[in-house]
């Protein structure tokens, strides 16, 4: 089965200063998925930005970019220039890839708070 | 283009009921997924239609069920509430599975259970 770990709980950062989340996760397949989401109060879960594991380039869009580490099996999210509207749950997620039916393994969340 | 729909927002049912939550996918997928979100934590697989057929069920009892229609919207379907239930259930389309795994979700359903 597979896991994904969030550490932080919660983490806060200064409007337009960096910030970066972690996520660790394990498995034993090679063909998957990462993605990070992010939840505002509305409740919408909105996709962040996707990594796919064969891809050694680390995905990037706009002010957010991520680590991937696959021999660590580590997946951080780093977000530049921090706005107010950052401010969400943050979740980590996992699928395999190339199956016939997929699912999302969520990590617990992390809470950022951007403040002005 | 309409993204994916959920009814009803929120919902407040007595332990022991029923309930019925709807889903619509975004227009071309046919892929509906449901997950089950208490406060806190992040969201739990339920269960994954793909053309009218279970593709995936999550670690949850016979008292979830759902289906999907020819149209690919879709229905959870929980029976016997339990104060437990009470949670954001959160639906999400795909094109299909294992081709493009990118799900996106609608607003959820706040169900509360007394």
């Known amino acids: 089965a597979q896991t994904v770990t969030q550490s932080q709980p919660e983490m806060s950062v200064q409007e337009a200063e960096t910030v970066t989340l972690s996520c660790t996760y394990d498995t034993s397949e090679n063909n998957y998925y990462l993605f990070w989401y992010k939840q505002p109060p509305s409740r919408q879960m909105i996709l962040v930005i996707r990594?796919?594991?064969?891809?050694?380039q680390n995905a990037t869009e706009n002010r957010f970019s991520v680590n991937f580490q696959k021999a660590a099996k580590s997946f951080s999210l780093k977000i530049s220039d921090s706005q107010l509207g950052d401010t969400a749950m943050y979740f980590c997620a996992f699928a395999l890839g190339g199956g016939s039916n997929y699912k999302l393994t969520f990590g617990k969340g992390t809470l950022l708070t951007v403040n002005p | 283009d309409a993204g994916v729909t959920q009814s009803p927002t929120h919902l407040i049912k007595t332990r022991g009921q029923q309930v019925t939550l709807r889903c619509s996918p975004i227009s071309g997928h046919k892929s509906v997924s449901w997950y089950q979100q208490v406060l806190g934590q992040g969201p739990q697989f339920i269960f994954q239609y793909y053309e009218k057929e279970e593709r995936g069920r999550g670690n949850f009892p016979d008292r979830f069920s759902a289906r999907q229609f020819p149209n690919y919207s879709s229905e959870l379907n929980v029976n016997a509430l339990l104060l437990g239930d009470s949670a954001l259930y959160l639906c999400a389309s795909s094109l299909s599975p294992g081709l493009a795994p990118e799900a996106f979700f609608g607003q959820g359903t706040r169900l509360t259970v007394v």
């Open positions: 990594q796919e594991a064969y891809k050694q």
